[in-house]
């Protein structure tokens, strides 16, 4: 089954400790990226990738920073959380860049930092 | 730069009539247009994709239309079901980024 898959799907943790959060998608896909939603503001990218080592900033990649070490995985890692990064995630992957093809997005991971 | 706005937060329709979702962007015109559906807590699912030179796209009671000199795409739902009651997202392309409308909650009523 074509699937992305996040993990953990909870997560509360304190300020300033390192956390990450794993991303796999089993579709070969060459993009993926990062979203963060919150009320009122909706679905916001944070980093993209378009393929193994080629990442670059979306419109809030402020303290955050991925890798992409493999085609399938795109860890988000956030180095020193803060209350403000409190939000849903999502991880999505296509087949290609842009709009021209479908998205599949994973079934989010809600941090909640203290 | 290319902003996306969904015509409201949330909007009611009666089951069995046709529900019309409205998305706009701000400048140019995208190559390509998608509608996405969400419920609480889960990720976006893909519904459909519409480009640049397609003035209509339909899957079973799914109906998009895009109009690049209004700078609108219209999303209809035809014999709206309870089923159907979720958050529906408009995307479009905007410098090698995908950019998402913040949705509008639809809710069908028994």
């Known amino acids: 089954e074509a699937q992305v898959t996040q993990n953990p799907r909870y997560l509360i943790t304190v300020t300033g400790k390192k956390l990450t959060v794993t991303c796999s998608q089993n579709?070969?896909?060459?993009?993926m990226s990062w979203y963060r939603q919150d009320p009122g503001l909706g679905l916001r990218q944070i980093y993209y990738s378009m393929n193994v080592e080629v990442t670059d900033k979306g419109d809030v990649p402020e303290g955050y920073k991925v890798s992409r070490k493999e085609k399938r995985n795109f860890p988000l890692i956030l180095e020193s959380p803060s209350p403000n990064q409190t939000s849903l995630y999502f991880c999505?992957?296509?087949?290609?860049?842009?709009?021209?093809?479908?998205?599949?997005f994973g079934q989010g991971t809600r941090l909640t930092v203290v | 730069s290319q902003k996306i706005e969904q015509n409201s937060e949330a909007l009611n329709i009666q089951e069995g009539k046709t529900a019309t979702l409205t998305c706009n962007y701000t400048?140019?015109?995208?190559?390509?247009l998608q509608w996405y559906r969400q419920d609480p807590g889960r990720g976006p699912v893909f519904l459909l994709l519409?480009?640049?030179?397609?003035k209509e796209k339909r899957k079973e009671r799914l109906k998009v239309t895009f109009d690049t000199t209004l700078k609108q795409s219209l999303f209809h739902i035809t014999a709206s079901q309870p089923a159907d009651s979720a958050t529906y997202l408009c995307a479009l392309d905007r410098d090698d980024k995908i950019i998402f409308g913040k949705g509008t909650r639809l809710h069908i009523l028994p």
């Open positions: 519409i480009r640049e030179n397609e």
């Open positions: 400048n140019y015109s995208p190559a390509y």
């Open positions: 579709m070969n896909h060459e993009y």
């Open positions: 999505a992957s296509s087949s290609g860049l842009g709009l021209n093809t479908e998205a599949f």
